[in-house]
Structures are given as C-alpha cells and as structure tokens.
C-alpha cells in the first residue's frame, strides 16, 4: 500500500506544470525572419517578448495553482483544467529567439 502511494505522489507532482525557466525554448527557423527589415525586426521582437511575458506569468500561476492543488487534494489542478502554458512559452522563446539572431545577421 505504501508503495502504491509513493507511486501516486510520484505521478501527480510530475504532471505539475513547470516553471517558465524551466521549459525549453521550441526550435524556430531564422530565416522565417530574414525577408524583415530591422524596423520590422525589432517589432516582431518586442510583440514576442511581450506574449513571452504574458504567458510566463501564466505558467507561473499555472505552477502555483497546480502546488497548492497538490498539497490540499491531490491533484494538479491547473494542469488538469488547461491552465498549464508550456507550449506557448516554448513557442515563444523560440520566436524571441530565432528573432534576435536575425538581428544579429542583419547587424541590427
């Protein structure tokens, strides 16, 4: 019984959603930006560390949620209602990015 238990807490606090730091950025082609000028650059850059923001603090409360839904139920309950936001913090990371180093190549 005591191993069944372990086991369950196990599963549950692996379904937790992560921290943003935590989550690895999606691979992004640069040179879906390489057509951009430098103004364009820098505003697709700043559009996409503005979503980068919103959905890491997102993920954040997503974490938050799924800790407390742990230790008062049992179960991660962002996790488990949608709230958990990896993808999208994935995304975009890599947007941000494949973003800068087109900069770079472009010597913005």
Same mark, same amino acid.
């Given at each position: 019984m005591k191993k069944i238990a372990t086991l369950a807490t196990a599963l549950l606090l692996t379904a937790c959603a992560k921290g943003p730091d935590a989550i690895t950025p999606m691979s992004m082609p640069?040179?879906?930006y390489s057509g951009l000028s430098c103004n364009q650059l820098a505003a697709e850059h700043q559009k996409s560390t503005n979503a980068l923001?919103?959905?890491s603090a997102?993920?954040?409360q997503a974490q938050t949620g799924d800790a407390v839904g742990v230790? $008062?139920?049992g179960v991660p309950m *962002? *996790? $488990?209602t949608g709230g958990d936001k990896e993808g999208?913090?994935?995304q975009h990371k890599g947007e941000v990015i494949a973003i800068s180093s087109a900069q770079r190549n472009k010597g913005c």
């Open positions: 640069v040179n879906a923001n919103a959905v997102q993920q954040r230790f $008062l139920i *962002s *996790s $488990l999208a913090v994935a």
